[in-house]
């Protein structure tokens, strides 16, 4: 993970207790959970994780999964640029978040160059992959009646959501 998703996700650190669910949070080149050390973890991404460092791993797509529980903490680092449809992944990820969660994001932005999934400098053939535009992000985020805060730092497009109390009964929560 580099500095800059590090340096978000820092931001909403804490010790509560309780379960985070890692969209796409298979290990490349690091992760967050570390910041969340009360938290037991479920890993979802397309390539099963074989670290031994988690609580529960599901080999699914985030486009698809249906959350069987909700998570206090909801984190997608650095997926969402290698999805063909991420809005998708971003109504898995409202759908699986307490009413009192935290959803973080962070993803490459407009300006950064193509990168695998796989930790591969360039995209593999047949790979998707496209910067997110941070309004499209913030749109897609609003559509579920989340409080959010978007930030551009760079090439760097980073989130952060909350379920809006005021409007928690128009998806019935």
Same mark, same amino acid.
């Given at each position: 993970?580099?500095?800059?998703?590090?340096?978000?996700?820092?931001?909403?650190?804490?010790?509560?207790?309780?379960?985070? !669910?890692? %969209?796409?949070?298979?290990?490349?080149?690091g992760?967050?959970?570390?910041?969340?050390?009360? !938290?037991?973890?479920?890993?979802?991404?397309l390539?099963?994780?074989?670290s #031994?460092?988690?609580?529960r791993?599901?080999?699914?797509?985030?486009?698809?999964?249906?959350?069987?529980?909700?998570?206090?903490?909801? %984190?997608?680092?650095?997926? !969402?640029?290698?999805?063909?449809?991420?809005?998708?992944?971003?109504?898995?990820?409202?759908?699986? %978040?307490?009413?009192?969660?935290?959803?973080?994001?962070?993803?490459?932005?407009p300006g950064?160059?193509?990168?695998?999934m796989?930790?591969?400098?360039?995209?593999?053939?047949?790979?998707?992959?496209? #910067?997110?535009?941070p309004?499209?992000?913030?749109?897609?985020?609003r559509?579920w #009646?989340?409080?959010?805060?978007?930030?551009?730092?760079?090439?760097?497009?980073?989130?952060?959501?909350?379920?809006?109390?005021? %409007?928690?009964?128009?998806?019935?929560?």
């Amino acid at each position: 993970m580099h500095p800059a998703a590090m340096e978000w996700c820092e931001r909403f650190a804490s010790d509560r207790r309780g379960c985070g !669910l890692d %969209l796409g949070g298979r290990y490349v080149n690091g992760t967050a959970r570390g910041l969340w050390p009360n !938290l037991t973890w479920t890993v979802l991404d397309l390539i099963g994780d074989p670290s #031994n460092h988690l609580d529960r791993v599901i080999t699914a797509d985030a486009q698809w999964w249906k959350p069987d529980q909700t998570y206090d903490v909801v %984190l997608s680092t650095e997926l !969402l640029e290698h999805v063909s449809e991420w809005w998708r992944v971003i109504g898995t990820m409202a759908r699986a %978040l307490k009413s009192d969660g935290v959803l973080i994001i962070t993803c490459a932005g407009p300006g950064r160059a193509p990168h695998s999934m796989h930790g591969e400098a360039d995209p593999l053939p047949g790979e998707p992959y496209a #910067n997110v535009d941070p309004d499209r992000l913030e749109r897609a985020l609003r559509v579920w #009646n989340l409080n959010v805060e978007v930030d551009v730092t760079g090439d760097d497009v980073r989130a952060v959501a909350r379920w809006d109390p005021r %409007l928690m009964e128009l998806v019935g929560r």
